[in-house]
């Protein structure tokens, strides 16, 4: 039995794909805080979609499918927003919450899987040591702390942005790459995951990259007009001035206006800052700078070389080839 248990411990994690479950932890639901358009949701056990709105409770196993000029924010677990843009269809496969015996959260876990279309994620750096989060794809998955990033799955095939720190992506293979903020890896149809490059390169190149650098700032413009994921003000100014600086860097000639958005939302009535002028007049200054800055220089996009800056350290949970949930299981 010594040696036939480790065994049958590695074959638990192979099958499922996913490590024995941390002390404490138990099946949470992620909370709707913005639609805009039609989204409408099947949950497991069930044939029939349900139209989503805000407020709603979404658990774990669910299929979420969005309209033509559709969008909605999802908070899967305190800190992290999934924003599914238009025409997307992704499952929350996995959602859970570990606490200690006080109660204490000692580790928060999502994993969305993106089948089609567009999702970008925001994910408070102030957890990080709690925060386990990845977007599945059919090329791999891509895991994170606490940063911004954008995932997209098209007839083109599968692209994924660091707006903001960086992401650790693996494919089925187990290849890994770390895609540092202002870096894309992009997997063509048929083909395998490919190096980071310059995201500023291939925005130029490709109109549909550029357009996902729009939605990414217009992601964290309308998280930070609305105050929604319970980011701190030091998060929010952190993510919002990073995934700014790389916008501008990847297409300077709207850096001018990433800025007012921005800015704008920072000033707005509903924001983390409102009541606090001096610290909405400060993050406002390090979005400002952060965009002249990206006009500036491209920082590591402009080396082309990907794992220039220390990466930060991947997830622990594994999630390399977990079964797909079934919205009806």
Avoid: W
């Avoid at 065994?7 to 192979?14: F, I, S």
């Avoid at 692209?159 to 992009?186: E, K, N, R």
Wanted: glycine share 8%; no cysteine; charged share 10%.
């Amino acid at each position: 039995m010594k040696m036939f248990f480790p065994k049958l411990l590695a074959v638990v994690v192979l099958i499922t794909g996913y490590s024995l479950a941390a002390a404490g932890e138990s099946a949470a639901d992620a909370t709707v805080l913005k639609v805009n358009g039609s989204v409408k949701a099947t949950f497991p056990g069930q044939s029939e979609s349900v139209v989503l709105k805000v407020g709603d409770h979404v658990p774990q196993g669910a299929l979420i499918t969005t309209g033509t000029s559709s969008q909605v924010f999802i908070q899967v677990f305190s800190g992290a927003v999934s924003t599914l843009g238009p025409s997307t269809t992704a499952s929350l496969e996995k959602l859970s919450v570990a606490k200690a015996d006080d109660g204490v959260i000692t580790q928060q876990t999502a994993v969305v899987d993106l089948q089609s279309g567009n999702l970008i994620s925001t994910i408070d750096p102030a957890k990080r040591s709690i925060n386990n989060y990845a977007v599945r794809t059919p090329k791999g998955v891509a895991a994170a702390r606490g940063t911004s990033y954008s995932v997209s799955v098209t007839a083109n095939g599968v692209a994924i942005a660091a707006t903001a720190d960086s992401v650790t992506f693996t494919s089925p293979l187990g290849v890994t790459y770390t895609i540092q903020a202002g870096m894309i890896s992009i997997t063509p149809p048929g083909g395998t995951a490919q190096a980071p490059v310059p995201l500023a390169s291939a925005a130029a190149s490709d109109p549909a990259i550029a357009h996902l650098v729009n939605d990414a700032v217009a992601a964290i413009t309308t998280i930070v007009e609305n105050n929604l994921g319970g980011l701190s003000a030091e998060s929010t100014s952190t993510l919002a001035s990073q995934i700014v600086a790389v916008a501008s860097a990847a297409n300077p000639s709207q850096a001018a206006t990433y800025t007012a958005e921005v800015t704008g939302a920072i000033n707005s009535s509903n924001s983390v800052f409102a009541g606090n002028a001096g610290a909405a007049a400060s993050a406002s200054s390090a979005v400002s700078n952060a965009s002249a800055a990206g006009v500036a220089t491209t920082g590591p996009a402009s080396t082309g070389t990907p794992g220039t800056t220390t990466p930060v350290p991947a997830p622990v949970i594994n999630v390399i080839n977990p079964p797909v949930v079934s919205p009806s299981s």
